[in-house]
């Protein structure tokens, strides 16, 4: 693929968070960039800010002419596989016969330009990419970032870095995306089943994972989570890290206070003292050991790690404060896999010993909910009051006899119920929890608003 040639760039899902950064990509490099999506959120909004030109009926006519006049070597026409193949724009371009290329594919192309660090896991990615990127960023490194989550610290899941720069990217597992990327550096933090949709079985899961890891060259580097279920060939030079396993990147002393941590970490018999992690989640201490070996690894020095970490503010919905009051906690995050749920209902309760949790779980995909129902009803039963939405379709239809109904029965609890999104922020009002946390990947987010409006009459500043 020859980025070099392209004149225009259409994005058909440019809504998405992968999709967003490579539009702010093409944009940073002077090329005109334009898009679908099916609805405007804000990060559309900002897309358009930025000069994307953005439609949102699937409708030949609404592609813009300039798009439609240009040749098969002047465009580069991206998708993603939320995108139905019957999708009108989608069929538009194929009849054209022009070529479309996956979202994974052009980051791929892009990686061969940088010195890239590229993060994988089921869960952990986002959120340890971030921290890469925020680290070398607030070093003067000057990364090009692309990340799966909004950076609190920049507004936005893109930094455009310089030529020669580094690279950070969020490794996208699904549907095997990651094994188009180049890394230098590779970082695993987690391989739990997921995607069964896609892999069927979790040891392809583990094989696709492993594909990855092999995509480091001998001079690049492989950082791994100690104890995954990964070939034990891949230990073998890898740098590991853990927070209570033996690994070269370990956690020491740790302590919490009021939801931040302060630790010291030993990199490779190299005691590093006095760290502060600014979020909340003993999972996030272990995202930040990954980031500070890829930080050492790049040359950053104790003090700069010190130093970023301390001012990393997190990534928009990853264990975010929405209200912060000693009446009353508001907390949405993005768990979506029974695993995340676990350590963020579990993280809530460390920093709130003894007080009521309230959680509102959307299940994304129906595929998941059915292949992880067990799992899904564990982790809720650590809540006290459990509220569930329907399942968030995303890119699946239906499947019989899966439910919110079904999941909800199998949960060990007195206080459990379905709601609808319409109905949520005034159920929760009546509900008066102290704490409240609102948990899923689908569209659960757009309720933030309206439920933080039933607490405070005013709108928060997200």
Same mark, same amino acid.
């Given at each position: 693929?020859?980025?070099?040639?392209?004149?225009?760039?259409? !994005?058909?899902?440019?809504?998405?968070?992968?999709?967003?950064?490579?539009? =702010? &990509?093409?944009?940073?490099?002077?090329?005109?960039?334009?898009? &679908?999506?099916?609805?405007?959120?804000?990060?559309?909004?900002? !897309?358009?800010?930025?000069?994307?030109?953005?439609?949102?009926?699937?409708?030949?006519?609404?592609?813009?002419?300039?798009?439609?006049?240009?040749?098969?070597?002047?465009?580069?026409?991206?998708?993603?596989?939320?995108?139905?193949?019957?999708?009108?724009? *989608?069929?538009?371009?194929?009849?054209?016969?022009? $070529?479309?290329? *996956?979202?994974?594919?052009? !980051?791929?192309?892009?990686?061969?330009?940088?010195?890239?660090?590229?993060? #994988?896991?089921?869960?952990?990615?986002?959120?340890?990419?971030?921290?890469? #990127?925020?680290?070398?960023?607030?070093?003067?490194?000057?990364?090009?970032?692309?990340?799966?989550?909004?950076?609190?610290?920049?507004?936005?899941? &893109? +930094?455009?870095?310089?030529?020669?720069?580094?690279?950070?990217?969020?490794?996208?597992?699904?549907? =095997?995306?990651? +094994?188009?990327?180049?890394?230098?550096?590779?970082?695993?933090?987690?391989?739990?089943?997921?995607?069964?949709?896609?892999?069927?079985?979790?040891?392809?899961?583990?094989?696709?994972?492993?594909?990855?890891?092999?995509?480091?060259?001998?001079?690049?580097?492989?950082?791994?989570?100690?104890?995954?279920?990964?070939?034990?060939?891949? &230990?073998?030079?890898?740098?590991?890290?853990?927070?209570?396993?033996? #690994?070269?990147? =370990?956690?020491?002393?740790?302590?919490?206070?009021?939801?931040?941590?302060?630790?010291?970490?030993?990199?490779?018999?190299?005691?590093?003292?006095?760290?502060?992690?600014?979020?909340?989640?003993?999972?996030?201490?272990?995202?930040? +050991?990954?980031?500070?070996?890829?930080?050492?690894?790049?040359?950053?020095?104790?003090?700069?790690?010190?130093?970023?970490?301390?001012?990393?503010?997190?990534?928009?919905?990853?264990?975010?404060?929405?209200?912060?009051?000693?009446?009353?906690?508001?907390?949405?995050?993005?768990?979506?896999?029974?695993?995340?749920?676990?350590?963020?209902?579990?993280?809530?309760?460390?920093?709130? $010993?003894?007080?009521?949790?309230?959680?509102?779980?959307?299940?994304? +995909?129906?595929?998941?909910?059915?292949?992880?129902?067990?799992?899904? #009803?564990?982790?809720?039963?650590?809540?006290?009051?459990?509220?569930?939405?329907?399942?968030?379709?995303?890119?699946?239809?239906?499947?019989?006899?899966?439910?919110?109904?079904?999941?909800?029965?199998?949960?060990?609890?007195?206080?459990?119920?379905?709601?609808?999104?319409?109905?949520?922020?005034?159920?929760?009002?009546?509900?008066?929890?102290?704490?409240?946390?609102?948990?899923?990947?689908?569209?659960?987010?757009?309720?933030?608003?309206?439920?933080?409006?039933?607490?405070?009459?005013?709108?928060?500043?997200?």
């Amino acid at each position: 693929m020859n980025l070099e040639n392209v004149k225009y760039i259409y !994005l058909l899902g440019a809504g998405g968070i992968g999709m967003s950064a490579l539009a =702010r &990509y093409f944009r940073e490099r002077g090329l005109p960039v334009a898009g &679908y999506d099916r609805l405007e959120t804000g990060l559309t909004k900002a !897309l358009e800010q930025s000069g994307v030109q953005m439609t949102y009926s699937d409708t030949v006519e609404t592609i813009p002419l300039a798009v439609k006049s240009l040749t098969i070597e002047d465009i580069l026409v991206i998708y993603t596989p939320a995108i139905p193949f019957d999708s009108v724009q *989608k069929q538009f371009f194929v009849q054209k016969g022009i $070529p479309l290329v *996956k979202r994974s594919q052009v !980051l791929g192309a892009i990686s061969l330009e940088h010195p890239t660090i590229a993060v #994988a896991g089921t869960h952990g990615k986002t959120t340890t990419s971030a921290m890469i #990127a925020h680290l070398l960023e607030h070093a003067g490194k000057n990364p090009v970032a692309f990340m799966g989550g909004i950076s609190a610290n920049y507004g936005t899941n &893109y +930094l455009p870095g310089s030529v020669n720069s580094l690279m950070v990217a969020e490794a996208d597992e699904y549907d =095997r995306s990651f +094994l188009q990327l180049h890394p230098t550096t590779a970082v695993i933090t987690s391989v739990d089943p997921d995607h069964l949709d896609i892999y069927h079985e979790s040891t392809q899961l583990i094989d696709s994972f492993a594909a990855f890891a092999h995509l480091v060259p001998q001079e690049g580097k492989l950082i791994l989570k100690a104890g995954l279920a990964l070939p034990e060939e891949l &230990y073998n030079n890898a740098l590991t890290y853990h927070t209570s396993l033996s #690994a070269d990147v =370990r956690l020491g002393e740790c302590v919490q206070q009021n939801g931040n941590y302060h630790f010291e970490v030993d990199f490779c018999g190299e005691k590093i003292p006095d760290i502060m992690l600014g979020m909340a989640g003993f999972h996030n201490v272990e995202n930040a +050991l990954a980031a500070i070996a890829a930080a050492k690894i790049h040359g950053l020095t104790n003090e700069q790690i010190r130093a970023g970490l301390k001012s990393f503010l997190g990534v928009k919905r990853r264990f975010e404060y929405i209200i912060r009051r000693e009446d009353f906690v508001f907390i949405d995050d993005y768990a979506h896999h029974p695993e995340e749920l676990k350590a963020c209902i579990r993280s809530v309760k460390a920093i709130y $010993p003894g007080k009521a949790i309230t959680g509102v779980f959307q299940p994304h +995909l129906f595929s998941r909910t059915r292949d992880f129902y067990q799992g899904f #009803a564990d982790s809720l039963s650590e809540l006290d009051t459990v509220v569930l939405l329907d399942i968030y379709p995303a890119r699946e239809l239906p499947i019989p006899g899966v439910s919110s109904a079904v999941l909800l029965e199998m949960i060990n609890s007195d206080k459990k119920m379905l709601c609808t999104k319409a109905a949520l922020p005034a159920k929760l009002k009546e509900l008066k929890p102290a704490i409240l946390l609102t948990m899923g990947a689908g569209d659960i987010d757009q309720l933030v608003i309206p439920i933080s409006h039933e607490f405070t009459q005013k709108t928060p500043m997200l």
